[in-house]
């Protein structure tokens, strides 16, 4: 694993696109998903780790009852897949973990809470070719049949359930998906899932028999100010991630807070995607 420390805008423009340049597409295409968090010693646990003792046997009643509860706010929808995409996007604890295909939606949620202004953040940056490699055959297959990098919620249509997934190879493994345009949230935040095929494996701890699959840039501290304002210039903030009203008033609540040397500023904004 690759691991740099970046202290310049320039020397963390640099660090995100290492590796952008595709010969074959003579474009600048990273094959990496990208995670912003404002603490960089947060790790890449799930919503339902965080649950506490025992999550991993109630996983199957939450999204049980999700269904059951949600089914007359949600148009039906018999993809199992689907139902899973919407219970992470509405918050339910998952195994599912957010992701973006665009470094700078990645660098809002490391700037997005002031109260981690003190705190170096960090950006997690996933090979999703490289994690497609240790596919279980019949996943593989589907993916090159498709000529596809990463899946979709209807290419995973053929497995039914958690269990069934977790079912397809002895060893666990990992995937990266992208969730169904829910709504102008998902689409504006170039959103993706990873989910791995045993509830009480973390990413984290998953990566790291496997260093050459992702890297990670530690964001100085004193960089965040200038990050956040040179994001709010390229539009990339809460009025355009988050849209509608909440949104909007986060974005305004932070534009009229100045930086006041050491303080912390305290803002309710998450710090992670």
């Not at 295409?29 to 919503?47: E, I, K």
């Not at 269904?67 to 919407?86: G, I, M, Q, R």
């Not at 977790?166 to 169904?180: H, K, Q």
Request: hydrophobic share 40%; glycine share 6%.
């Amino acid at each position: 694993m690759t691991e740099n420390r970046a202290t310049t805008w320039n020397q963390l423009m640099d660090f995100l696109y290492e590796d952008a340049w595709t010969p074959a597409l003579r474009r600048f295409r990273p094959s990496y998903a990208f995670r912003g968090l404002a603490d960089a010693v947060f790790t890449l646990d799930t919503s339902l780790m965080r649950l506490g003792n025992d999550y991993a046997s109630i996983e199957g009643h939450l999204l049980r009852n999700f269904k059951k509860y949600a089914l007359h706010n949600v148009t039906e929808h018999d993809s199992f897949w689907y139902w899973l995409s919407v219970a992470q996007h509405h918050g339910l604890p998952t195994r599912l973990m957010d992701w973006t295909f665009s470094p700078y939606v990645a660098l809002h949620f490391v700037t997005s809470s002031l109260d981690y202004y003190d705190r170096d953040g960090a950006i997690w940056c996933l090979n999703y070719k490289k994690v497609h490699q240790e596919l279980p055959g019949s996943l593989g297959k589907l993916l090159e049949e498709e000529g596809a990098d990463v899946f979709t919620v209807d290419m995973l249509r053929q497995i039914d359930s958690l269990h069934d997934f977790d079912d397809l190879a002895n060893e666990p493994f990992a995937l990266l998906f992208e969730p169904p345009s829910i709504d102008d949230r998902i689409v504006n935040q170039y959103a993706l899932f990873s989910v791995i095929s045993d509830p009480t494996i973390s990413l984290s701890q998953w990566l790291e028999s496997r260093p050459d699959m992702y890297r990670r840039i530690i964001i100085g501290h004193e960089l965040k100010w200038e990050i956040r304002d040179k994001l709010d210039q390229a539009n990339i903030n809460e009025r355009v991630l988050f849209p509608g009203l909440d949104g909007l008033s986060g974005w305004l609540r932070r534009q009229y807070i100045q930086p006041s040397g050491d303080d912390v500023i305290s803002d309710c904004n998450p710090g992670e995607p």
